[in-house]
Structure formats: structure tokens, C-alpha cells
């Protein structure tokens, strides 16, 4: 059953919430899949047009499923923003056929008691700082890829510890998807979109961009040639110490395995990653190291994204 379209804002994409709903509308095509807890933002909808790109006679998923394994007990579960009708609007305006949005017993019926733990990549940085979360990730992400089924998933480099943790799992376990990382969409300010962006004013969201300018203090040390990493991380906190209301969880310099290490081949160093906690909500970014000339990111007034 397909809803009628909204005048303006293009046809809505088709409500699923049954697995063997979902199993019949995309037997026999090409799909690519979109992973999202839902409030959905233009980070969100450059993903689904990319995954509308990749498969043009074929079918676009979008789940929306706030999972309850990835969040720790003191943190925003019950809070975490919910729009099932924007976010369906706005999928469907970038392009997704079919929204699928399980509940939460479908999920995890009773007694359901398999998890899948990514071992050493999963344990730094926000594996640290939120205990469980990653295993929380990659139990859902695999959950749902056996559900949809893609040919291609689709996750936002804003996320990018997720990311490299679903790649891992993904490469271990033999599953039969082609994982897609999309370059962050920011705000004309820097902020890197995100959903927990709506909890803040727009007053703080522009004091939130600090944490972009520090990522860039970051890579500009780099490209003048600096190796070191402590020097590195100076160039970063040196912006991040003067902001007032900034709890910071960790400004890492990292390589592929996402560990900082003592002693690592200054080769091996790609990518900042920050944490900070801003007016009660934690925020997270990265950016690559490397040279300025191949450094570009999307932003909401150059929307364009190069394929991943
Ligand atoms: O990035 C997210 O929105 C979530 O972590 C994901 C991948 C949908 C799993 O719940």
C-alpha cells in the first residue's frame, strides 16, 4: 500500500513495519539501505540520495528503529528526538521507497539474548565513554541487514567509529553488503549534522561549532607538516580550552584501528576524532588528516557529496 503524495514535497515512501512485509516488497530487486533512529535531517537525506544513485531501478529502504541495546542507562533513550511523519516526508522527498519501522518486541522478542561484539576497534573513544554501545550497533546493524538484505548500506562518516565497526563486521562475518561511508553535511557555521542537534538553540549550535574549527585547527597543523601527537592534539584543545560550557570527553588522533597509541608510524595517523559534552548534550566529529587541497566537505550550502 503505497500513501497518496504530498503535494510539494514528492511521493511518500511506503510504511513497513512487518519483517515479511518488508521480505515480500523487495524480493527480486536491487536495494540499498539507509540505517537511522529517525529524526531525520539533510545529513540524513544526502544518504538516502546517494543510495537512490546507487541502485536507480531498484529499491531504496530508510529503517527508522531508535534501539534500545546502544544507549547506556543514563543516557537520552527516552528522549531521542521522534518524527515517524517528518521523517517520512523527508525520505521520501530524497528519493527512499520503503520506511521501515519495526517496533521494538519485533526487534528483540522475549527473550532474546545474542549480541554481537566487535572486538579492539570498538573498545577507544566512544567504546570507552559509553559502555556497550558498539556492541548495542553492531547487533542491530546486523539484525536489520538480515532483514533487508541490501546490496549496499549506506552510514554517515560522522559516525565514523561506527562505521570502521560495521565495516569490521561486516568483512568478518562474510555478509553480503557493500558498506558505503557518506562525507559529513555541516552546517554553514561547521557543525557537523546530527540528530541530537535538536536539542540544543540555535544560540548553541553556532557556540557547538567550536568542535569543527578545533578538528580543522587539527588538520591545518598537520598540513603545515606537524607529526607529533601531542602537537596535534595541542592544536586542538588550544582552540577547545577557551570555550566556556565545554566538557570534553577526548580529541583523539587515531589511525585505522581507531586506537591512539604511544608509538605509531606517524604515517598511520588519519583521522581526529572529538568528543565533548555542550549544554548537556554530547557531541561527537572527525575529520581526516590530510593535505588541504584534498580536504572538502559538504556543507548545507554546497550539499554536494562525491561518492563514497
Ligand atoms: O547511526 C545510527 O543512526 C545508528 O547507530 C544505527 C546505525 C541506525 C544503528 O541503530
Known amino acids: 500500500m503505497t500513501a497518496p503524495p504530498e503535494p510539494g ?29 529517525g529524526a531525520l535531517h539533510e545529513g540524513h537525506a544526502t544518504l538516502i540520495r546517494e543510495a537512490r544513485s546507487a541502485v536507480p531501478g531498484g529499491r531504496v529502504v530508510v529503517s527508522v528503529f531508535v534501539n534500545p541495546l546502544q544507549f ?13 511523519e517528518g521523517d517520512r516526508r523527508l525520505a521520501g522527498a530524497a528519493g527512499a521507497d520503503l520506511l521501515f519501522h519495526p517496533d521494538v518486541p519485533t526487534m528483540y522478542p522475549d527473550g ?6 566487535v572486538s579492539g576497534i570498538s573498545e577507544p573513544l566512544d567504546g570507552a565513554s559509553r559502555p556497550g554501545h558498539f556492541t548495542g550497533v553492531a547487533t542491530v546493524v546486523l539484525k536489520l541487514l538480515n532483514l533487508v538484505r541490501p546490496d549496499a548500506a549506506f552510514f554517515g562518516e560522522k559516525d565514523w567509529q561506527q562505521l570502521a565497526v560495521v565495516r569490521r563486521m561486516v568483512r568478518d562475518l ?22 541530537r542537534n535538536a536539542y540544543l538553540s540555535p544560540e548553541q549550535r553556532a557556540q557547538a561549532a567550536v568542535l569543527s574549527r578545533a578538528l580543522q585547527a587539527v588538520q591545518a597543523a598537520y ?3 606537524e607529526r607529533r601527537r601531542a602537537a596535534l592534539r595541542q592544536a586542538g584543545l588550544d582552540v577547545l580550552n577557551a570555550t566556556p560550557d565545554l566538557t570534553l570527553d577526548y580529541l583523539s ?11 605509531m608510524d606517524s604515517d598511520s595517523m588519519n583521522r581526529v576524532l572529538v568528543a565533548a559534552r555542550m549544554f548537556g ?28
Open 9 to 37: 514535497v514528492g511521493p511518500q515512501p511506503t510504511l513497513i513495519t512487518d519483517p515479511a512485509d518488508l521480505r515480500a516488497a523487495l524480493r527480486g530487486q536491487a536495494v540499498a539501505f539507509v540505517p537511522t533512529m
Open 72 to 84: 547506556g542507562p543514563h543516557e537520552d533513550l527516552s528522549r531521542y528526538p521522534r518524527d515517524l
Open 112 to 117: 532474546f539474548s545474542t549480541s554481537v561484539s
Open 174 to 195: 562474510n555478509l553480503n553488503v557493500d558498506v558505503r561511508g557518506v562525507p559529513t553535511v555541516r552546517e554553514t557555521s561547521g557543525l557537523a549534522l546530527s540528530s
Open 223 to 225: 598540513a603545515r607538516g
Open 253 to 263: 588522533v587515531v589511525g585505522s584501528d581507531m586506537h591512539e597509541r604511544e608509538i
Open 281 to 308: 548534550v554530547r557531541l561527537i566529529d572527525n575529520m581526516p588528516l590530510a593535505p588541504p587541497a584534498t580536504l572538502s566537505q559538504p556543507t548545507l550550502s554546497s550539499p554536494t557529496v562525491s561518492p563514497a
